[in-house]
């Protein structure tokens, strides 16, 4: 064997040995989160907004501890998506008050200003003690950031942010909901913190394996 193919067989070898770490994580990854245990497979699957991304919902409520807490995990993750996955926030609601609060999201996204009054609404009910439970009060909170009452009030009051509220009240049962905070990935799989998923970082993992699993179906249905 001359010199030039020794040093191209030894390349060859070279790189079937780098890629067997990959390969062994990729296989551990596929191993580490199994439906049951660490997901659920929703019963029918939801249709997503963009079939062409992969669909990534946060179903919260702006008065739980949990989703408080978990607010500066999902800002971090968000800001670190890829162009293909489509991060979607998701108000649940089981009760009057909690429907409250989907409203005051959906104005909010109505009237453009949700990056400006989202972090203060969870600020006003879980450290102030402000449970925002009327129109005057959540008024109150809007127009402290530079929201006008009349501005609030249409929004707030509008034919099209109290559809969205019972639309997403409608789709409570189809994507599962039964806590906050919850994700589900591309309509089809609901992760839930529980007694295999300890931390709401190890629900991002999930999220984020989920999302590589339909990020691969995805890329093999355009094949």
């Given at each position: 064997m001359n010199r030039g193919r020794m040093i191209r067989r030894t390349l060859q070898i070279l790189s079937l040995i780098a890629l067997l770490p990959l390969a062994y994580s990729s296989h551990a990854q596929i191993e580490r989160f199994v439906a049951g245990p660490h997901y659920t497979e929703l019963r029918a699957p939801v249709n997503t907004n963009d079939a062409s991304k992969v669909e990534v919902i946060e179903a919260f409520w702006y008065g739980c501890s949990h989703c408080f807490r978990f607010e500066p995990l999902i800002v971090n993750w968000e800001n670190n998506i890829p162009d293909d996955v489509d991060f979607v926030r998701f108000p649940a609601m089981w009760n009057g008050l909690m429907k409250v609060h989907a409203q005051i999201y959906y104005a909010a996204e109505?009237?453009?200003?949700?990056?400006?009054?989202?972090?203060?609404?969870?600020?006003?009910?879980?450290?102030?003690?402000?449970?925002?439970?009327?129109?005057?009060?959540?008024?109150?909170?809007?127009?402290?950031?530079?929201?006008?009452?009349?501005?609030?009030?249409?929004?707030?009051?509008?034919?099209?942010?109290?559809?969205?509220?019972?639309?997403?009240?409608?789709?409570?049962?189809?994507?599962?909901?039964?806590?906050?905070?919850?994700?589900?990935?591309?309509?089809?799989?609901?992760?839930?913190?529980?007694?295999?998923?300890?931390?709401?970082?190890?629900?991002?993992?999930?999220?984020?394996?989920?999302?590589?699993?339909e990020r691969q179906t995805l890329r093999s249905s355009g094949d």
């Open positions: 109505a009237l453009d200003a949700l990056d400006v009054v989202h972090e203060h609404v969870y600020n006003a009910i879980n450290i102030e003690g402000n449970r925002l439970q009327n129109e005057r009060q959540i008024g109150a909170l809007f127009a402290k950031y530079g929201v006008s009452e009349a501005d609030f009030e249409a929004a707030f009051n509008s034919f099209s942010v109290r559809t969205k509220v019972n639309q997403a009240e409608q789709r409570m049962e189809d994507y599962e909901i039964r806590s906050t905070p919850n994700m589900i990935v591309n309509g089809k799989y609901l992760i839930t913190t529980g007694e295999n998923v300890r931390t709401q970082q190890e629900m991002l993992e999930v999220v984020d394996f989920l999302v590589e699993k």
